[in-house]
């Protein structure tokens, strides 16, 4: 946890002259640490570098090692799976006693980590024991090239295989954990020889990859009466489960209401605009959802009608892995929600988001683009529901690719990084606003700073993990960045503007939950500044905020585009002083800018990072890639076609461990501090009642979330206060 702070903080109009010296001082040297760099997104304003104090702490290295260690575990066992069948048992006993090593350093480390206490210097020797085991693991491949060299006829891609792994492990022995961040399987696990160990031939080989790490939440649900009759790791096929997806799935951003007009919400699709891409009919409207009473304009009119439209990728380019083609579009689904589903529909009686049509590219084509539909109603020879199985895996294609980029990357991490560097450059550690956000910053520059260089670079995590190439990934960044406007992030508009608010749609977990978050943010983060900004009336507040210059100067920077670069913070009064072009005046709007970035650094981001494992680890459900362009009207599908677009087990088990990694490192809990509840974080005595509130209405959200889960599909974890950390810290 963070260091208790020892001084309290104050204004800088009400500290002394020494004092005030001494901030000015502090931020002079702050400003040669804080820097920002717009050369390597231009124009998307990233950290030069990682300041002394922003870099990941032992504790928190220690927790990355408890959830890499399954994945060591993880990899070795899929690798010697895919062996064992070729070559093991032509091995000499050198190859075995290797092996043998590599499980007993293994079995030391585990049995380390698995203790109760843990010391700093524990913590460090546990560290110190895993590059033995990643030095144990870099000498099994030198000692399966020299073994296989003399076993006849070993096949060229078991050969290629070692030479990966030497590749693979020796990155580990240098780098540690972080390269399993950069380095793909792709070598390890090569083809040739008419075998080919990386193509699935089943939906099952993708759950054999993940044997040895706890099953998915997708994998896990419970069967309800309603549901279809199907397995338990089948659900994920049915269509209830994809429209819940839209509202309580691993990306919630991209749904939005059709309306009549967008004179009320502006950012709602406008079903004139809608048929002009799809052109949907009442009748197929009627026909899917068994009502021959509605229509397409009574539906938009009574806010039942929705659609996801990812027209932000009609333009990108898909990219090659390993000589082979991966295929991104641009498609359009629409869903209508039905208030009260017939009981052997396969939809929860209560009310659910039924998906009624699909269409793969922005324009219409009754042949290369048709719309498909659940029942085939534009008979496009899919009897079968094949093409509607690959219609769906599309939809959640472009949901993923849009999580990984803009929802994830873009709107979290790199929204709240230039965020901390205007903090840091203009608020002096003394400021109460820097003493609040200082929890809500930890980790994130240096977390950030290693994706810089193993997500976002060719042949990095992106380019391994999603479908299209670099150069466009890096377009849907920038301009997913130039679109964005800060208060239209503020979560009691957002959902509004998109069309989706409790009134319009009576049923949207990611919504409920969130708000009731967002609620809590803003009730303590209004009595933290009422401590510091105070006045007997709204004049003498007003002046409290008018006087403190570093405020000022923190709002300057964050709008700047020479810094930060924040647009869209509509509160703010313009000056006409050319030095310091706009000023904060309202209290009410300061709390709103503080609780946004908080807001954003927690209970947003963990909306979206927590959910790669539960919800996107298994592939034929989500993929960041798909392997074949979309289907044609004309095209027959057999029942195991979808097969065909997923991508290689190489990339499968890479997008899995990846999002294992990443959804199970939680270094802390929103609203708590202090790692000691005897010794508070924050020096100030009159804050401690505070958080102690802000606590109590967590826990309250907590047990109401609780409530809400036991009526719903299936359980919606990723809003619950105790799984949501302070700050984008992995």
């Given at each position: 946890m963070l260091q208790v702070n020892r001084t309290t903080p104050t204004l800088p109009q009400y500290d002394t002259a020494e004092n005030q010296k001494q901030r000015s001082?502090?931020?002079?040297?702050?400003?040669?640490?804080?820097?920002?760099?717009?050369?390597?997104?231009?124009?998307?304003?990233?950290?030069?570098?990682?300041?002394?104090?922003?870099?990941?702490?032992?504790?928190?290295?220690?927790m990355v090692l408890q959830t890499f260690m399954p994945l060591v575990n993880n990899f070795k066992h899929v690798v010697v799976s895919l062996l064992k069948q070729e070559i093991i048992d032509d091995l000499?006993?050198?190859?075995?006693?290797?092996?043998?090593?590599?499980?007993?350093?293994?079995?030391?480390?585990?049995?380390?980590?698995?203790?109760e206490h843990h010391s700093r210097l524990n913590m460090i020797k546990d560290i110190s024991e895993f590059y033995k085991l990643l030095q144990a693991l870099s000498r099994v491949p030198k000692e399966l090239e020299a073994a296989i060299r003399g076993i006849a006829q070993v096949p060229a891609d078991v050969l290629k295989l070692v030479s990966g792994l030497e590749v693979?492990?020796?990155?580990?022995?240098?780098?540690?954990?972080?390269?399993?961040?950069?380095?793909?399987?792709?070598?390890?696990?090569?083809?040739?020889?008419?075998?080919?160990?990386?193509?699935?031939?089943?939906?099952?080989?993708?759950?054999?990859?993940?044997?040895?790490?706890?099953?998915?939440?997708?994998?896990?649900?419970?069967?309800?009466?309603?549901?279809?009759?199907?397995?338990?790791t089948e659900h994920w096929q049915q269509d209830w489960y994809f429209g819940y997806m839209q509202i309580a799935g691993f990306n919630t951003t991209n749904l939005k209401g059709v309306q009549l007009s967008n004179s009320f919400a502006k950012n709602v699709i406008v079903l004139a605009d809608l048929l002009q891409k799809v052109p949907l009919t009442d009748a197929m409207l009627q026909s899917v959802i068994g009502d021959p009473e509605m229509s397409l304009s009574l539906a938009a009119d009574k806010g039942l009608l929705y659609a996801v439209d990812y027209e932000q990728f009609a333009d990108i380019e898909g990219s090659q892995l390993h000589e082979l083609e991966r295929y991104p579009a641009a498609p359009i689904a629409v869903f209508y929600w039905n208030n009260s589903p017939k009981p052997e529909s396969g939809y929860p009686s209560s009310g659910a988001m039924q998906p009624v049509a699909i269409q793969l590219a922005q324009q219409h084509d009754?042949?290369?683009?048709?719309?498909?539909?659940?029942?085939?109603?534009?008979?496009?020879?899919?009897?079968?529901?094949?093409?509607?199985?690959?219609?769906?895996?599309?939809?959640?294609?472009?949901?993923?690719?849009?999580?990984?980029?803009?929802?994830?990357?873009?709107?979290?991490?790199?929204?709240?990084?230039?965020?901390?560097?205007?903090?840091?450059?203009?608020?002096?550690?003394?400021?109460?606003?820097?003493?609040?956000?200082?929890?809500?910053?930890?980790?994130?520059?240096?977390?950030?700073?290693?994706a810089i260089h193993s997500l976002i670079v060719p042949g990095g995590v992106v380019a391994s993990v999603l479908s299209p190439d670099h150069q466009s990934v890096g377009k849907i960044l920038v301009d997913a960045h130039d679109?964005?406007?800060?208060?239209?992030?503020?979560?009691?508009?957002?959902?509004?503007?998109?069309?989706?608010?409790?009134?319009?749609?009576?049923?949207?977990?990611?919504?409920?939950?969130?708000l009731d978050n967002w609620q809590a943010i803003v009730g303590f983060v209004k009595t933290y500044l009422a401590l510091y900004y105070q006045g007997d009336n709204d004049e003498q507040r007003l002046q409290s905020l008018l006087q403190d210059t570093e405020l000022q100067g923190w709002i300057n920077e964050m709008v700047n585009p020479?810094?930060?670069?924040?647009?869209?913070?509509?509160?703010?009064?313009?000056?006409?002083?050319?030095?310091?072009?706009?000023?904060?005046?309202?209290?009410?709007?300061?709390?709103?800018?503080?609780?946004?970035?908080?807001?954003?650094?927690?209970?947003?981001?963990?909306?979206?990072?927590?959910?790669?494992?539960?919800?996107?680890?298994?592939?034929?459900?989500?993929?960041?890639?798909?392997?074949?362009?979309?289907?044609?009207?004309?095209?027959?599908?057999?029942?195991?076609?979808?097969?065909?677009?997923?991508?290689?087990?190489?990339?499968?088990?890479?997008?899995?461990?990846?999002?294992?990694?990443?959804?199970?490192?939680?270094?802390?809990?929103?609203?708590?501090?202090?790692?000691?509840?005897?010794?508070?974080?924050?020096?100030?005595?009159?804050?401690a009642p505070l958080v102690t509130a802000f606590q109590m209405e967590l826990n309250q959200v907590e047990m109401d979330i609780y409530q809400r889960n036991k009526t719903r599909p299936f359980p919606y974890l990723l809003q619950l206060p105790s799984m949501i950390p302070n700050s984008i810290s992995i």
């Open positions: 001082f502090e931020l002079s040297l702050s400003k040669t640490e804080y820097n920002y760099m717009f050369s390597y997104l231009e124009p998307l304003p990233i950290s030069a570098s990682v300041p002394k104090g922003e870099g990941f702490s032992a504790e928190y290295e220690f000499p006993t050198e190859v075995i006693a290797s092996i043998d090593e590599v499980e007993t350093a293994y079995a030391e480390i585990k049995q380390q980590i698995d203790g693979v492990f020796s990155d580990f022995e240098k780098q540690g954990a972080t390269a399993f961040l950069k380095s793909t399987l792709y070598e390890t696990l090569a083809t040739s020889g008419g075998r080919n160990y990386l193509t699935a031939k089943a939906d099952s080989n993708y759950q054999d990859i993940l044997s040895l790490l706890p099953t998915p939440q997708n994998l896990a649900i419970e069967a309800l009466t309603w549901m279809p009759k199907c397995a338990a009754s042949e290369t683009a048709p719309i498909y539909t659940p029942n085939d109603y534009f008979a496009n020879g899919d009897g079968h529901r094949n093409k509607w199985t690959v219609a769906k895996s599309y939809i959640q294609n472009a949901c993923a690719i849009q999580h990984e980029v803009v929802a994830h990357l873009g709107a979290c991490h790199l929204t709240v990084e230039p965020m901390i560097l205007a903090a840091n450059r203009q608020l002096p550690a003394v400021h109460p606003i820097h003493v609040l956000l200082k929890p809500h910053f930890r980790f994130t520059i240096q977390i950030n700073d290693s679109k964005w406007r800060f208060d239209e992030q503020l979560p009691t508009k957002l959902f509004e503007q998109r069309g989706v608010s409790n009134i319009e749609l009576k049923d949207f977990p990611f919504r409920d939950d969130t020479k810094y930060a670069g924040i647009k869209g913070m509509l509160g703010l009064v313009e000056t006409g002083d050319s030095a310091m072009p706009f000023r904060i005046e309202s209290f009410d709007y300061l709390v709103q800018v503080v609780s946004l970035i908080i807001y954003t650094a927690s209970a947003q981001h963990a909306s979206v990072n927590y959910a790669q494992y539960p919800l996107m680890s298994y592939i034929p459900s989500v993929s960041g890639t798909l392997y074949a362009k979309p289907p044609k009207a004309s095209d027959t599908l057999a029942a195991d076609s979808h097969l065909n677009w997923l991508p290689p087990l190489d990339v499968a088990l890479y997008q899995a461990s990846f999002g294992y990694l990443l959804s199970n490192v939680q270094f802390d809990k929103l609203g708590h501090y202090s790692a000691d509840p005897r010794q508070s974080y924050f020096a100030d005595p009159r804050v």
